[in-house]
Structures are given as C-alpha cells and as structure tokens.
C-alpha cells in the first residue's frame, strides 16, 4: 500500500531529551513537510522540503529540526529547546509538479513526562 | 488577524441534516482551496479540491469558493454519525513556489446524532 508512515504513534520525553520522529512516505513525492496541531490553533508548519538535501524553516521552527537525506524519509528532532513540545506532530508529503494536495500520515502524539 | 478565519464549533446536527461549514481569508492571492477531514487521533485526509471560483461536486459533499467575497463553503447533505470528524479548510496561493504552502483553518468539530 502506498502512503505515509509516521512512527511512532505516541512518544514520551523526558526534560533535557531530544526525540526524534519518523516519517516514511512510498508516494514517490518529492515535497515533505512537518505540521504541529494544537487545539484550537489548526495546523501550524514548523519546516519543509521540495527536494533531497534541502529544507526550509517554517512559521515555528525553533526547537526543532529536520533532515531530508533520502527522497523517502524526512525526520524530526524535536530538541530540548523546544519548551512545549506537547502536540501532535502531522507529516505530510506532495508530488513536486502539477498539484497543491498534500497527504498526511497518522501523527505521532508526542508528551512531555 | 489569522489569514484563514474558521469557526471552530463544536456543531452538532441530527442524522439527515444538511451541514454547512464555512471559512473566510484575508489574503487575495490563495487560488487552491481544500477540505480535509480528520477523524479524532488520526491525520487529515483530503474531502474536496477546487481552483478559483465556483462550486464542485462529489457525492454528498459540495465545495463552494466565492473570491470576490474571500468565503468558501462546504456542504454535506444527508450527513450521517460517520461524518462526525473535524473539518479543516486549507488555502495555497501558488504552486511551485515557496514550497506551495498550505495555510489551514482552525478546524471546526462536527457531530451527527443518530
């Protein structure tokens, strides 16, 4: 089946701690980006990629990052700069030409212990 | 000011009634408007996609866009429990550039009764 899988479904930190999250995608999509929804803010966009080995900050990217070495992957690290790091986390991809729609994984639910 | 404005509910109908669910934005450029819909603990997955003005069809399910007044719609006729889910609009001004950003509304919570 093709989609986005975003591992794992729930994640617990600890103070100090950085967390990273998984995002797998077999779409064969070239954009990525990473979403943090809290309640009653929707969907804000903490970073994204059109390309391997480029990415670009989005509205809330302090206290996180990212990497994009493979067209299929595209990790967060959730770091312990990130003081409310309790949310959950949406990964979404999309074809790079011919189309705005972008697809999302599961989430992961991340909270702080 | 938010660029998308959506009211956040919740809204709770009975099974059979027609449901309407709105949001407003600011910025003139947003061409590309899409609902999503996200059932509880799970990611948004796309309802309705549309460009410019007008309206588009799918089943139980219309889109409506209004660029002159800055407004889109989404109607669901017949709703059923199964509908019970949040419902997200999401705007895109262009396609390639700046990575083709989505910008999303807050969502709003509906519920449908049996």
């Known amino acids: 089946d093709g989609g986005i899988t975003q591992s794992p479904k729930y994640l617990f930190r600890k103070e100090g701690q950085n967390v990273t999250l998984s995002c797998e995608q077999n779409?064969?999509?070239?954009?990525m980006y990473w979403y943090r929804q809290d309640p009653g803010q929707g969907l804000r966009l903490i970073y994204y990629?059109?390309?391997?080995?480029?990415?670009q900050k989005g509205d809330i990217a302090e206290g996180y990052s990212v990497s994009r070495e493979k067209k299929e992957s595209f990790p967060l690290t959730v770091t312990s700069a990130q003081k409310n790091p309790t949310a959950f986390y949406l990964c979404?991809?999309?074809?790079?030409?011919?189309?705005?729609?972008?697809?999302f994984g599961a989430g992961t639910r991340l909270s702080v212990l | 000011q938010k660029e998308v404005e959506q009211d956040p509910g919740p809204l709770s109908v009975p099974e059979g009634a027609i449901v309407s669910l709105n949001c407003t934005y600011s910025?003139?450029?947003?061409?590309?408007f899409m609902w999503y819909r996200q059932y509880s603990r799970k990611g948004p997955e796309l309802l309705m996609y549309?460009?410019?003005?007008g309206n588009k069809e799918d089943g139980r399910f219309t889109a409506q866009v209004d660029k002159s007044s800055k407004y889109i719609s989404l109607f669901i006729r017949d709703s059923q429990p199964s509908d019970s889910a949040t419902y997200l609009c999401?705007?895109?001004?262009?396609?390639?550039?700046?990575?083709?950003?989505?910008?999303f509304g807050e969502g709003t919570q509906l519920t449908v009764n049996p």
């Open positions: 910025n003139s450029a947003f061409q590309y």
């Open positions: 979404a991809s999309r074809r790079r030409a011919g189309s705005n729609i972008q697809y």
């Open positions: 999401a705007m895109s001004a262009v396609r390639e550039t700046s990575g083709s950003r989505l910008t």
């Open positions: 990629s059109q390309i391997v080995n480029d990415f």
């Open positions: 779409l064969n999509h070239d954009a």
């Open positions: 549309t460009y410019s003005s």
